[in-house]
């Protein structure tokens, strides 16, 4: 019994102001907008919000101050990004929550990197990217497709996402869905409405979208040549 109460004790005096200080972020933030997460900020005296689809402010400790916009570290590296750093944390926490058999994978034989793609089937340069898929294999970049449907959900892309992602062989099916051939419809329980959510709330407005390993997020086609150098070069 007196190990509950304590237990109680530590919950009333940790968690407890941690939810008021929630409650009091969320309620400066104007009608709709969603925090995503907070943390004490680099800056002293202020909170770091990750808000909306991957925005970033900062509010003083004492809640009288809102700054939004980009913050600049300087390091003996160079000029950091402050605001992405919270953004990367999004992204890696959002993909944590994706298993491995949600995407659909084509795994280099000497891999030595691995990214997220979040792809449509109709887009050009996501059919260019796959086209060139075994250079970056070649490369060792293992690459694993997620589902943005650009259309939105319910529209013809999406459609036939649903249909690859629950055909036999996936790898296939995506790959003649690029190639602009039609694959035999199927349902299951897909995650393509799940992925397209998580592309939104990490700030994807288009395709494709490259997810690095350290959470960065790299817009458009990259060639493998070009990526393989970002890559081993951190």
């Known amino acids: 019994m007196k190990f509950r109460f304590l237990l109680f004790l530590i919950y009333a005096f940790t968690v407890q102001p941690s939810e008021e200080v929630k409650l009091k972020l969320e309620s400066m933030l104007p009608p709709g907008v969603n925090l995503n997460f907070y943390e004490d900020a680099q800056i002293d005296n ?8 991957n925005q970033v402010i900062y ?11 980009e913050v600049i570290k300087s390091s ?18 959002l993909l944590s929550e994706v298993p491995e058999s949600e995407s659909i994978q084509f795994i280099s034989e000497n891999e030595k990197h691995s990214i997220y793609v979040f792809t449509d089937v109709t887009c050009a340069y996501c059919r260019i990217f796959h086209s060139n898929i075994r250079e970056y294999l070649d490369r060792g970049i293992s690459v694993s497709y997620l589902a943005f449907p650009r259309d939105g959900m319910g529209g013809s892309s999406s459609e036939n996402m649903k249909s690859a992602w629950c055909s036999r062989d996936r790898a296939l099916a995506v790959t003649q869905l690029k190639l602009g051939k039609d694959i035999a419809k199927a349902s299951c329980e897909d995650p393509i409405a ?13 395709t494709p979208s490259i997810i690095l390993g350290d959470g960065q997020m790299l817009s458009g086609y990259i060639p493998a040549e070009d990526l393989i150098k970002i890559l081993d070069n951190g």
């Open 59 to 69: 509010i003083s400790k004492d809640f009288q101050f809102i700054f939004a916009g």
């Open 46 to 53: 202020f909170y770091a919000l990750n808000v909306a689809n």
């Open 194 to 206: 799940k992925h397209f959510e998580i592309g939104r709330m990490i700030g994807i407005t288009g």
């Open 76 to 93: 003996p590296s160079g000029l950091e990004s402050v605001n992405e750093q919270y953004q990367r944390k999004l992204i890696l926490n």
